[in-house]
């Protein structure tokens, strides 16, 4: 799949995103490296600490159907005029499975830019600390 097909799954994600709290629709394409694409889109929650993030809810449909290894993950927000960087949570979850995937963080335009995870979440904290 090329990078602007994963954009435009994303995309498409967004559109079914549940934000009314914040207005801000986020859609993730998460691609496993056995090529699978599984999506997603913010889940918001009146009591906002429930919310879960579009990158997550894409990572829990993959994990929940056997896939844990990921090549890249797209993410988009149409509303945005800065690229969709994945928050501090998203970047923990997401190397917990593939600390080195690729990330395309998109903005409203369509324009992207690409960063390694590791880039993005470095020396993290992983299972090597609690495994004895
Ligand atoms: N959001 C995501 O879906 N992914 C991120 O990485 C950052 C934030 C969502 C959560 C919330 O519903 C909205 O964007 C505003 O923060």
């Given at each position: 799949m090329t990078d602007?097909?994963?954009?435009?799954?994303?995309?498409?994600?967004?559109?079914?995103?549940?934000?009314p709290?914040?207005?801000?629709a986020v859609g993730a394409a998460?691609?496993?490296?056995?090529?699978?694409?599984?999506?997603?889109?913010?889940v918001e929650n009146a009591a906002y600490g429930s919310t879960m993030c579009a990158e997550q809810a894409a990572v829990a449909k993959a994990v929940s159907e056997g896939?844990?290894?990921?090549?890249?993950?797209?993410?988009?927000?149409?509303s945005g005029k800065e690229y969709c960087m994945p928050c501090g949570s998203c970047r923990q979850v997401l190397s917990e499975f593939s600390p080195d995937m690729e990330v395309l963080a998109v903005r409203g335009d369509g324009r992207y830019v690409s960063y390694a995870l590791d880039e993005l979440l470095f020396h993290s904290y992983n299972r090597d600390n609690l495994l004895r």
């Amino acid at each position: 799949m090329t990078d602007r097909e994963l954009i435009q799954a994303a995309a498409d994600a967004s559109k079914n995103a549940y934000a009314p709290y914040s207005g801000f629709a986020v859609g993730a394409a998460l691609e496993c490296t056995d090529g699978t694409v599984f999506t997603g889109c913010n889940v918001e929650n009146a009591a906002y600490g429930s919310t879960m993030c579009a990158e997550q809810a894409a990572v829990a449909k993959a994990v929940s159907e056997g896939r844990r290894s990921f090549r890249r993950i797209a993410i988009v927000s149409a509303s945005g005029k800065e690229y969709c960087m994945p928050c501090g949570s998203c970047r923990q979850v997401l190397s917990e499975f593939s600390p080195d995937m690729e990330v395309l963080a998109v903005r409203g335009d369509g324009r992207y830019v690409s960063y390694a995870l590791d880039e993005l979440l470095f020396h993290s904290y992983n299972r090597d600390n609690l495994l004895r």
